[in-house]
């Protein structure tokens, strides 16, 4: 069966220090993968989606960027953190183009981020 | 207007009751729809996928009215478990893997 992990669960960072949050994903290969952020008492905001490796389309303007050096990685980054990046990030996955599973996603536990 | 939209609640039922939740969407071309449950600070999971004939596993049954881009879930028998916020969720489009998600309706079920 298909497993998401991320980590770290929470993380407390000042103003302006670099950030890098990891997901990897088991049990299934060329996943669409997706990085959301859900901000205290609101919806979840699709950061950034991916369809394969190096593959990275950005859903808004902001300060992280992503990456996907594996099939199952993906990293969310920032270099220089800002308050407003303060949030619950949540990485997920869905089957490839073509799989049945395509349209259905999965979400990791999810990293609460506090910067200060 | 917001691309999902749901009354955000919270819906106050004692055990046992039934409750519905009713969710409306803008794009027109929008082909998924699900329904994920969320608890307090944890992860959204796929309560069930929405299908045009309708839906139900267990307790829970889906509908879709694609005419009125109208979507509801209906709870029976609720049960002190079923407190979570529950999110709809449509495709953005045709043919798309990104998902739109509504902001929840918060379900509150009291012994």
């Known amino acids: 069966s298909q497993t998401i992990h991320q980590w770290p669960a929470t993380l407390v960072q000042p103003v302006g220090s670099p950030l890098s949050l990891e997901c990897t994903v088991e049990?299934?290969?060329?996943?669409?993968l997706y990085w959301y952020r859900q901000a205290a008492g609101r919806g979840l905001q699709l950061l950034f989606y991916?369809?394969?490796?190096?593959?990275i389309s950005s859903e808004v303007p902001q300060n992280l960027s992503a990456s996907r050096p594996q099939d199952r990685q993906f990293i969310l980054s920032s270099k220089k953190l800002l308050l407003s990046d303060s949030g619950f990030y949540l990485c997920?996955?869905?089957?490839?183009?073509?799989?049945?599973?395509?349209?259905?996603?999965?979400f990791g536990p999810g990293t609460r981020l506090t910067v200060t | 207007r917001k691309e999902v939209e749901q009354d955000p609640g919270p819906f106050n039922v004692p055990e046992g009751a039934t409750v519905a939740f009713n969710c409306t969407y803008s794009?027109?071309?929008?082909?998924?729809f699900f329904w994920y449950r969320q608890d307090c600070r944890k992860e959204p999971k796929l309560l069930m996928s929405?299908?045009?004939s309708g839906n139900e596993d267990g307790r829970f049954t889906a509908q879709l009215n694609r005419a009125s881009q109208y979507i509801s879930l209906l709870i029976r028998d609720s049960k002190l478990s079923d407190s979570a916020t529950y999110l709809c969720?449509?495709?953005?489009?045709?043919?798309?893997?990104?998902?739109?998600f509504g902001q929840g309706t918060t379900l509150q079920v009291k012994p």
């Open positions: 997920a996955w869905s089957g490839g183009s073509g799989s049945s599973r395509e349209r259905e996603q999965y």
């Open positions: 049990g299934t290969s060329n996943p669409n």
């Open positions: 991916s369809v394969g490796i190096g593959q």
């Open positions: 794009n027109s071309a929008s082909q998924s």
């Open positions: 929405v299908y045009s």
């Open positions: 969720v449509v495709n953005s489009g045709r043919n798309t893997g990104k998902l739109i």
